[in-house]
């Protein structure tokens, strides 16, 4: 197996300097909370959206997405199309939310309406979550990159999370954004790349890899009404509206990009934006995995030949061993740039909401001065780093990559948007009500995820409902309480 030359590395750390170097540029700019978290609220539309975008295309995702095509069929293509779902939800039902009390966390407004018990709660199920979930994103790409590449393990990880937190920790928000974008590029530049090699090397190109692929079934999509079936377009169209509303509007990854708008009609746009901005990236990452999987097809397939263990490792397997010299030094970088926009803009998240809804709810005083808590956020980020650094190191292997991601969303933050979704759209919903419907939101799904065949697309789905349902029965038979309003949280 061909392993990285010189050149290689040579571009490699090259790409890597570039990241650490836009943080760094950015230090002096971040003289408040607000600078460090929100970016001063001056990003532009265009730069928002792309921010959007590039958070959810992790690691993860830049290797799952073939590997699905690969393993199974273009089937999770269709999941785009939920996009068109959680899209208008978002703006029209959550956004004016958010805008409204200039919020910094998303978790705010569940104070403002419930409780700061249900804050507190949702604001520390996100932060589980998320450190799992940037485990994962950290843990899985260096795992495939070490079978294939011969990178060690512990190198790829320590290499990604650290200069990720240093320029994040650096250059906060802004320096998320910009280094959002420029690895955005190259992460959709590389598989452009990728693809346009791979369909040139299958014989007889395009029309002979759609050939291929239809009489293997690739392009095959279940209508079945029964949830134990993978994947369905029931499945892909409901539970993934689900699965997308929790990323976007329950997510501090994603709301906190949205508050760095100028405007609440820029953070509109940008979402329809960076919806539009989705169609040719996941044409091409499936695409992609399709001319790959015809490639090997033809010429033999690595998995079954043992060449790789998963179809997780397909795409740096190709990279490493059909491209020219210096191509995978550019290319592996491309699955960095990948993860290390996850894991800077999760981290700044995971700071946000730790200083925002505990920190300043609960143990600030009134006469800390500005700097004090700017260098607060600096240290919790640095921290948080190394944990998902040393989580990354211990994290299981959960199955194949999109799932594993989608599993998580699902488990954790189908009863979250739930208790959001209680909030906004039942009136007589209380604190009793919300906190009963979560719990038994929570109960009802994990007995389900663990010992069903029910499809992870559901999970979302049966966690928002059930945490509805319930927290609108308890609160009918509980009259809601007086209470102390939340503080308003003003900008400094």
């Known amino acids: 197996m061909t392993r990285f030359s010189w050149v290689d590395y040579g571009l490699f750390a090259a790409y890597l300097a570039a990241s650490v170097l836009i943080g760094v540029l950015f230090t002096r700019e971040q003289r408040t909370v607000r600078d460090f978290f929100l970016a001063g609220r001056s990003m532009g539309r265009v730069v928002v959206a792309i921010s959007v975008l590039a958070a959810i295309f992790s690691g993860i995702t830049y290797l799952g997405a073939p590997a699905e095509v690969y393993a199974y069929g273009v089937g999770f293509f269709l999941f785009f199309f939920s996009f068109f779902i959680a899209t208008p939800i978002t703006n029209v039902v959550f956004m004016p939310v958010f805008y409204r009390s200039r919020m910094y966390t998303a978790y705010q407004y569940l104070e403002e309406r419930f409780s700061v018990q249900v804050r507190l709660l949702a604001s520390a199920l996100f932060i589980l979550r998320v450190l799992l979930w940037l485990a994962l994103a950290t843990y899985a790409p260096a795992l495939a990159l070490e079978q294939v590449t011969g990178l060690p393990l512990w190198f790829t990880i320590l290499c990604t999370g650290a200069l990720t937190t240093l320029y994040t920790t650096a250059g906060g928000m802004k320096a998320v954004i910009w280094t959002d974008v420029m690895q955005f590029f190259v992460l959709f530049g590389g598989q452009l790349v990728i693809m346009f090699i791979a369909l040139k090397q299958v014989p007889g190109g395009a029309s002979a890899m759609i050939e291929m692929g239809r009489e293997a079934g690739k392009f095959n999509v279940s209508l079945s009404l029964d949830p134990n079936v993978r994947l369905t377009l029931w499945g892909m169209l409901l539970g993934g509206a689900v699965i997308n509303l929790v990323q976007m509007a329950t997510d501090q990854v994603s709301v906190q990009r949205y508050l760095t708008a100028r405007t609440i009609q820029e953070a509109k746009r940008s979402l329809w934006l960076k919806l539009w901005l989705l169609l040719p990236v996941l044409i091409v990452f499936y695409v992609t995995g399709l001319a790959i999987w015809a490639f ?19 795409l740096p397997y190709f990279v490493i061993n059909e491209l020219p010299r210096g191509m995978p030094g550019l290319l592996i970088a491309a699955i960095f740039a990948a993860s290390m926009s996850t894991i800077s803009a999760g981290i700044n998240a995971l700071t946000t909401a730790t200083l925002v809804d505990f920190h300043q ?98 999970y979302g789905v049966v966690g928002c409902g059930v945490t509805m349902l319930i927290g609108w029965f308890v609160s009918c038979l509980c009259p809601a309480s007086k209470r102390t309003a939340a503080p308003e949280l003003v900008e400094r």
């Open 361 to 458: 709810r609960g143990w600030r005083r009134s006469s800390d001065p500005e700097g004090v808590e700017l260098s607060l956020a600096r240290w919790l980020t640095f921290s948080y780093g190394a944990v998902v650094i040393g989580l990354a190191f211990v994290v299981s292997k959960l199955g194949p990559l999109l799932e594993a991601s989608n599993k998580a969303i699902g488990l954790v933050g189908g009863p979250l948007l739930g208790l959001f979704l209680l909030g906004i759209l039942v009136r007589r919903a209380n604190t009793v009500g919300a906190i009963a419907g979560w719990l038994v939101g929570v109960l009802v799904l994990v007995p389900i995820a663990f010992r069903t065949k029910v499809s992870f697309l559901w």
């Open 296 to 314: 090997y097809h033809v010429q033999g397939d690595p998995l079954a030949a043992g060449a790789i263990k998963r179809a997780d490792y397909i």
